[in-house]
């Protein structure tokens, strides 16, 4: 293998000269460090960066490798379609047999269609709720990150009007996009109550982990399950985070409440690019060509991801995954929050199945996006510098806005976890300093 570069910081000086911002993607700059965290290879639940040195990685490729680095099943998969050609293109058995595994395991999977990311499904499942509904309007929740689609691109400014969260969007565009607090039954039900019969779909993150993990309030999922129905709304869980993270079955499973349609990616593929929109059958007849709703693409469903998919669905599958992997979940999330609360440091700990928030600054439950957001930045940046140094890569710091999400794999064994707990022990330590 090729020697690479050792110093991080010449090779971000560097990337700076051909790469737009030195980067492929925006959030590859934890903004503790100010340039990205180069890794050199995966392994299980580690890491290592450009030296070779090793961290106990919990980020697992944005939740994308719940398997763990290098899966050898994965691996393998691979391999096979390698010796296919890497074609692509094209369309194979293993769509049809992948297919089928997630009509079996998904709820709302009567139907399903492959893409490449989630931003692509999270944009056709609209687009086809638009087209089943004959409406343009949707509903979304504050903080949901659902892609980087225009239409998701909006959020409420500090009058509460909805304005464009980046550059380049139209602000025209936002007139139909209507934003919810999440977990307020309240205003859900004003929305729908005024707007309902102009809405085509509602779309959430079913536990909200792209602000840290802000589970659903106990009864709100089934609200809008229940609204959606009456005013004639699709409702889309966006699973491409929660999928397969607490339940085979996704929130969906975990909660009793079926949607319309769902997205799936990340987990679907361990760390292969593919992604899936699935749900009732007579909403995705509508997808061309069997309807007139556009979607197609030279790399949806790359044979060498659905060979991945196929892999890490059988292995999840496998019986005593779900009840070790949350025994494990329920372990280490008690088991942190006694180090912060022995060394008094304020922190709330939430977490459901294998991914987490740390809320800095905070003893109460975090139940809408603005406690997350209001939560003690500088604590939680000079914690995550802590494990950096000690051995643990925590991805999730902001310098505003929410706590992003971290989490462990299946590869983090107990053994993993207690070396995990300890570096914690002593950066939670540091904090009093
Ligand atoms: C809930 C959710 N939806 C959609 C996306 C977009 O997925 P991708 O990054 O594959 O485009 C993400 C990515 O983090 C996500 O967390």
């Given amino acids: 293998m090729m020697s690479g570069p050792t110093d991080a910081a010449a090779l971000f000086d560097s990337a700076h000269g051909v790469l737009a911002g030195g980067v492929s993607a925006a959030a590859r700059i934890p903004p503790y460090l100010e340039?990205?965290?180069?890794?050199?290879?995966?392994?299980?639940?580690?890491?290592?960066d450009l030296t070779g040195r090793r961290f106990i990685d919990f980020n697992m490729s944005n939740g994308a490798a719940l398997l763990g680095h290098d899966h050898p099943a994965v691996r393998e998969a691979v391999t096979v379609g390698l010796a296919l050609g890497i074609i692509a293109g094209a369309e194979t058995a293993y769509h049809e047999r992948l297919a089928r595994t997630l009509t079996e395991i998904i709820p709302a999977a009567e139907r399903v269609r492959f893409a490449t990311n989630g931003s692509d499904v999270t944009m056709i499942a609209v687009r086809l709720a638009r087209h089943a509904t004959g409406r343009t309007r949707i509903v979304k929740f504050d903080g949901h990150y659902h892609g980087l689609t225009e239409l998701f691109l909006f959020r409420r400014d500090e009058s509460g009007a909805v304005v464009p969260s980046s550059g380049g969007v139209p602000p025209a565009w936002g007139d139909d996009v209507l934003i919810c607090h999440w977990n307020d039954a309240a205003a859900f039900e004003a929305i729908m109550a005024r707007h309902g019969d102009e809405i085509a779909a509602v779309i959430c993150e079913p536990v909200h982990y792209n602000a840290g993990c802000i589970p659903p309030a106990p009864g709100f999922l089934a609200l809008l399950r229940e609204r959606t129905r009456e005013c004639g709304s699709v409702l889309i869980f966006d699973e491409v985070l929660s999928g397969f993270r607490m339940a085979l079955g996704g929130v969906q499973e975990w909660s009793g409440v079926t949607p319309d349609l769902c997205t799936l990616a990340k987990a679907l593929s361990n760390g292969m690019p593919l992604a899936a929109v699935a749900g009732r059958a007579d909403l995705m007849a509508g997808f061309s060509p069997s309807g007139p709703v556009a979607h197609s693409g030279t790399y949806s469903g790359h044979p060498l991801s659905i060979l991945a998919g196929q892999a890490t669905l059988d292995a999840l599958r496998a019986p005593g995954v779900y009840d070790a992997l949350n025994a494990l979940a329920t372990d280490f999330y008690r088991d942190l929050q006694a180090i912060f609360d022995r060394h008094g440091v304020p922190v709330v700990?939430?977490?459901?199945?294998?991914?987490?928030?740390?809320?800095?600054?905070?003893?109460?439950?975090?139940?809408?996006?603005?406690?997350?957001?209001?939560?003690?930045?500088?604590?939680?940046?000079?914690?995550?510098?802590?494990?950096?140094?000690?051995?643990?890569?925590?991805?999730?710091?902001?310098?505003?806005?929410?706590?992003?999400?971290?989490?462990?794999?299946?590869?983090?064994?107990?053994?993993?976890?207690?070396?995990?707990?300890?570096?914690?022990?002593?950066?939670?330590?540091?904090?009093?300093?």
């Fill in 35 to 48: 340039r990205p965290f180069y890794q050199t290879r995966g392994t299980g639940p580690y890491i290592e």
């Fill in 349 to 433: 700990v939430q977490g459901l199945g294998a991914r987490f928030g740390l809320y800095f600054g905070r003893r109460a439950p975090v139940t809408t996006y603005a406690d997350a957001v209001a939560h003690n930045h500088g604590l939680h940046r000079r914690f995550v510098v802590a494990c950096l140094e000690r051995g643990l890569y925590l991805p999730a710091y902001t310098k505003q806005g929410p706590p992003g999400h971290n989490g462990f794999s299946l590869a983090h064994t107990p053994a993993v976890m207690a070396d995990a707990l300890a570096i914690m022990d002593g950066a939670a330590g540091s904090l009093r300093a």
